[in-house]
Structure formats: C-alpha cells, structure tokens
C-alpha cells in the first residue's frame, strides 16, 4: 500500500504562483511513476506532469508545459509541482498520483483556485 499527502493548494490572483507538495510513504519502493493530476468541477481528472522512475524522465499535459515544473527525491517518498502564470483554467481539484504494476494510488487532494 501507498500512502499519498497533499498540501499547499489556496486562492491565487491571476498571475500568481504556488508550490504542491506530496509527501508519499508505505510501500514506495513499488512507485515507479509519482505526479500531479487534476479534476476541474464537471471535467475528467487529467495528468499534468509525471517523473516516471523507470526511464528518469518528466512529462507535461500540453496545458502546462512552460508553467508547471514538477521535481521529486530519487527515494520516491516526496514530488512537489510549483505552478506559475496561474490563470483561471488552471482552477481545479489537485491530486498526487503513483503508479505501481498492481495499481494506482491517489491522495485526497489540495484545491487551487484561481480568482481576483
């Protein structure tokens, strides 16, 4: 089992910045991906930036790349996304995700809102 804590989520002004960190621990040694997700109100959870372990890289939704940049210890025991140029589509539920061979893990999730 894997355990995941999100914290750092809030109310930004448009244009602002924020950093999410996820603390992970149980059976961390079995992640071998480790990121950030998001579900806007009426939308599907999507993927916005990964550190896969398997081959040492990141990946980017698309709508973050530029903004987002995701960092993680090589213990696989904390991932962090700081988040700049914050704008009103980025408003959304924020939820750390792992990834083992038998499943995926979520956390309970940190709420960012973008608003003036």
């Known amino acids: 089992q894997v355990q995941l804590v999100e914290s750092g989520g809030g109310l930004v002004q448009p244009g602002g910045s924020l950093r999410l960190s996820c603390a992970a621990s149980?059976?961390?040694?079995?992640?071998?991906?480790l990121g950030w997700y998001r579900q806007a109100p009426g939308k599907q959870r999507e993927e916005v930036a990964t550190?896969?372990?398997?081959?040492?890289?990141?990946w980017y939704a698309d709508s973050v790349k530029g903004r987002f940049t995701v960092s993680g210890d090589n213990a696989k025991s904390t991932v962090d996304l700081q988040i700049t140029s914050l704008n009103a589509a980025d408003t959304a539920g924020y939820y750390c995700?792992?990834?083992?061979?038998?499943?995926?893990?979520w956390g309970q999730g940190t709420q960012v809102t973008v608003a003036s």
């Open positions: 149980g059976s961390i040694s079995s992640i071998y991906a």
């Open positions: 995700g792992a990834r083992t061979f038998d499943r995926r893990y």
């Open positions: 550190i896969d372990y398997l081959d040492a890289t990141t």
